[in-house]
């Protein structure tokens, strides 16, 4: 399990940082954890289920 942190997550999905913080407030995608600075940090498998499921829907 290797950890992404919020400006990662953003480029892997191809969107702005501010959207992954919404969709961590929303519980729509899950931290695993935060850092030092408060700021959450996802799994990387839990953002390619994301970016299946969310491509499958109709895009992010």
Do not use: C, H, W
């Amino acid at each position: 399990m290797a950890l992404m942190t919020v400006d990662q997550v953003a480029e892997f999905l191809g969107v702005q940082a501010i959207r992954i913080e919404r969709l961590a407030r929303e519980n729509l995608l899950v931290p695993a954890e935060k850092d030092s600075e408060g700021k959450p940090m996802f799994n990387d498998e839990d953002v390619k289920r994301y970016k299946t499921l969310a491509e499958r829907l109709g895009g992010l």
